[in-house]
Each structure stands twice: as C-alpha cells, then as structure tokens.
C-alpha cells in the first residue's frame, strides 16, 4: 500500500518536474491551434484540476517527511553516457552553425553528452536526434550580429543551464564549447560562462569549461564585421582556457585531399579525433611513463590558450628527432602555432614494442622529451606502446598561452 501511494506520489512530482524543464519549441501556427483547444477542454474538466492541484501541493507540505523523497526523480531527456573512451567525464555544447557541426563530429566518436545550441533550426547538422538540441527562441538566426547572439544568448542562459542539468546530468567535470568565431552566434557563445559555471558547480563538478573558437579564413576576415566578431569572441575567451582552430590553416592542410564539400566535415572529424587521442591516452597505463587524468586535468585548468599537434615520424634514425617531432606537429596542427614560454607542456609518444626495446631509438626518445620540455614550463609526458601504428606518433600539446 505505502509503496504504490509513493508510487503514485513520484508520478505526480515528475509530471511537474517535466512540466517545468519543458523548453518552448517551434510550432506550426495550426498544431499551436490545436492545442490552445484541447487546453480549454482540459480546463473545462474542473473537479479533475481541484483534485490533481491538491494532490500536489500535499507531495510539498509533506516532502520534508524522512524517506519520502529517497526515489530520484530522472528526467527522461537525460542523454546517455558517453561511449567513447576518456580520462575525464566530458560534455560538449557546440553553439552556432560550425559549433554545432563541431559538437556533431564528437558525438558520432561516441560522446553522447552532447549538445547544440542554435538561433535557428536551419542551421543545425543533418541526423542529430532532437534530443541534443537546445533552440533559442527571439529570433531565426542572428545574421552575424554578434549583439544580438549575446542578447538572446544571455535571455535564455536559464533555458541552457537546465538543458545542461536535465540532458547532460550530473556526472560531467569538463564541459568544452565549440564555437565558430565570425558569425553571430558562436562568437556570443562566451555570454554562457557563468551559466556554464553555476551548472558545474551545482553538480560538484572538478573541471571547467573550456572554448573552442575557429579561426576565420584569410579571405573571410577581410570582411570588417567577420574581423571584428572574430576579434570580439577571442577578447571574451581570453580569461578561459581555450582553443583556437585556424581555419585557413586547417583548409590548406586538407586542399588536394578532400573535395570542397568534405572540407569542413573532414576538418571537424580530424580536430574530434586529436582532442579524443588525448583524453583517452590519459586513461591508458603505460609500462614506460604514462600521462594520466591530473596531469590532463592541470593542463586544461591553466587560463589562456591550448594548442595541440601531432605528427608520424616514420624514420627513427634521424639525429634530431626532437625537433622534428615538435616542428612535424607544429606543421600538422589545426591550432596557430604555440608562442613562446607555454605554461605547460605535453608529449605523449606512441611508439612500437621494436622502437622501445631498441637502446638507440630509447636514448633518442628521450633526448625528444627532453627538448619539448625544454620549451614549457612544466613538461607532462608519456610513452605508449602500440604495435600497429605508421611509424612514431607524437602528440604535443602546449597550454597557458598569451594568443
Ligand atoms: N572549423 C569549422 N569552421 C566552420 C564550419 N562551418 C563554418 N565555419 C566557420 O565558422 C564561421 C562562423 O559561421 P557560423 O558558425 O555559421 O555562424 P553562427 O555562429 O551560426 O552565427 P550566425 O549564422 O550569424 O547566427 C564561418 O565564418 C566559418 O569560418 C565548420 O564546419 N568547421
Ligand atoms: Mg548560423
């Protein structure tokens, strides 16, 4: 008996939590019609309201009760757990149309916490269940007014940091934002800090938020509002750790590769699987030197700006393989190269068992670590064995950086 009225109970409160999640959602003028019609049918029903309003406001007069609210509540939009494999518990929100199609590229590697936020639904990647999306209402797109992306982005911070609670839940310690800087709407993305935070905090979570801004091409910041939302968006991550993505850089590094269509599609999946190589290296034990969640986690807390690389080296004879491993991945990278005097410094190597049980290579190996961390402050490494890899692979990553 006591159980099914708890029963009863739980529903009733769900119903009111779900109630008051609920986000405002396009609708077409007949369906809005629709349901103005069967609300006023619903509101005619009157002995059926008297009792339900009651029946709540008794679930609240008795809630302090000891044992009665032991059941947690789930909202059933809760995303489910990531699947792809990392050191820390991460979330991404990708905001505007690059973000979103950033954020797109990190859920198909698997992390399902994930979500998109948008001015518009013309914008949005193709195939993403509407679960991940938060619209913002005010507005269809903000056509690169970059005032008018903070303004709605600022009104509706509430609508965003309870889709954060009810859909990314609570077991999320770093939360990355994925913007494209140059338009309106990513570049406003930083507006949600504090509501970023407030979400983190209420979950205890350990991390942050880090940004991630594109670079516009050379030719697109030749437009004077491109430039000058692009320059806003960087000013406003400055404080944050943060990424830069150099378009123009990106672009070139895959001209004669991939076709124009695929340009972008392929630059997003190549940054997702960089970024996702670190994070799951950090939850792989080496029985050389691994580089683990705290190392990853005091990188991703220095303020100022993050640069990652990679590089394959399949020659291992080379004399100066430090610094061919450092200008490889320097060349190779999405990210403006580093400036000088990094905060912290990362070299992860992923070598086979041959290169590592070969005393010549080792000693090389080592002189390399020794050179990166020659160029940081403090140096974070690891050395991995994997056997089915093109060669030597080394990714560095340089953090608490001045842009
Ligand atoms: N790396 C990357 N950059 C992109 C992609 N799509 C667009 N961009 C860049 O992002 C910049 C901003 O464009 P959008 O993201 O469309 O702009 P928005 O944030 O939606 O802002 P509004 O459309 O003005 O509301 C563009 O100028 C491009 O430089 C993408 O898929 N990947
Ligand atoms: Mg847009």
Known sequence: MASSIKAAFTKVRKKVNNNNLKQPTYKKADEQKDETLEEKNMSTKDTDQTTDDTYINDVDDWGFVGGMDDEVVQDDRLLPENTATSALKCAFIGVGGAGGKLAKAFLDLGFNKTLIVNTTEKD??????????????????????????????????????????????????WVFVLAGGGGGTGSASSILTHALARYLKSIEAGGGVIYVVTKPTAQELLNPTIENNYTTALNDVTGNPHIIIDNERQLQLLRGKVGLLNMYPAANNSFAKLLHQVLKLANESSSISAFDSNDLEKCLKTPGRIFLGSTVVKDTGGRDIGSTLLQGSIKGSPCPAPTQGPETGVLLLLATSLMASDPDISKRLEAATAYVGGRANTLFSGIYIKDSIPGLIAITMFGGMKN
């Not at 992306?149 to 009104?155: C, D, F, P, S």
Request: net charge negative.
């Open 124 to 173: 949005l990647p193709d195939g993403v269940d509407s679960n991940h999306v938060v619209l913002i209402p005010g507005s269809d797109g903000v056509g690169k007014d970059i005032e008018l992306g903070k303004k709605l982005l600022q009104e509706n911070s509430a609508l965003v940091e309870d889709a954060c609670r009810s859909r990314l839940g609570n077991d999320v310690d």
